[in-house]
């Protein structure tokens, strides 16, 4: 059986990726080292070999020619790592994003003390908010979006929960659950159509427009997820949102009668926003 060091693939990718520039080269290298061969930093270091067989040999070229297209490694190798989960994800959804892990660290804190609970993650996409809340919190975790191959790929991913989260093909403007929840939570699409000039090109070219924009009103959502939680929210129940940060103050009147609180991501934007009905 041919094999190869990893470090000459390691060199491959070095010289030929093109789309990306300076030390990026290098992240995207060994990101994509590591989610499609599983080769550490240590693996290079020892110059591992590996199987390179001819249907390697092309899958690795063809990943080449989709990395200088563009396309996000993670589509490319179907996997993210979201708070302590590798989660399958194609073009139906959004790559979770770091902010989002730290959303839902804050909900477990929050919320782990609390009673059993129901908990509905609005536009759920890969699944990633849903099961890793089911996994910490003991909760019955539910899970909607309008997008029927996100719902499939959210359904991929509940394998590593037993399919215990319940995902529904479902958009919030016709959800009628039966049953009302303790928390809410929802990530869902926060930039305004008219700023997609501003979004960079492979995010544009390659990830899902309806989980990405939201056209007429920017808090479009955020008004429907309020009058959804009005009627489907338990009382003293919380409501948790990723949010854009240039929308601060129009959301702060929006929320004005209720308990809300902002909170700032890593990087001192305020990306979260906690709202409690009592
Ligand atoms: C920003 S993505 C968040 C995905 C996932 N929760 C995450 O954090 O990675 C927003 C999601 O909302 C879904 N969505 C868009 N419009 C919707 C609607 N009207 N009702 C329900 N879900 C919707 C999209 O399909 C997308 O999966």
Redesign the pocket.
Known sequence: MPDIESNSIYNELLNKVNYYSGNDIKNISLKYLYQKFNLTNSDLILNKKLEWNSKVKRSFYDDLDKINNGVPIQYITNSQFFYDENFYVDNN??I??PE?EELVSHIIKRERDNKKKNIL??????G??AITLYKHLNAHVFG????KG?IKIANTNNRLVDNKVRFISE???EYTPETKFDVIVS????IYSEDKNKVESNVLNYE?H???FVSKDPLYFYKKILKFSRRYLNQNGNIYF?INDKYESELELLFSELECKFIKDIYGKKRFLFVSIT
């Open positions: 959804v959004l979770p994003r989002t993650d609005i536009g759920t996409g890969s990633c908010i909607i979006d309008l997008s996100a958009s919030i403007e990530s869902p699409p926060y899902p309806e989980a990405l990723e």
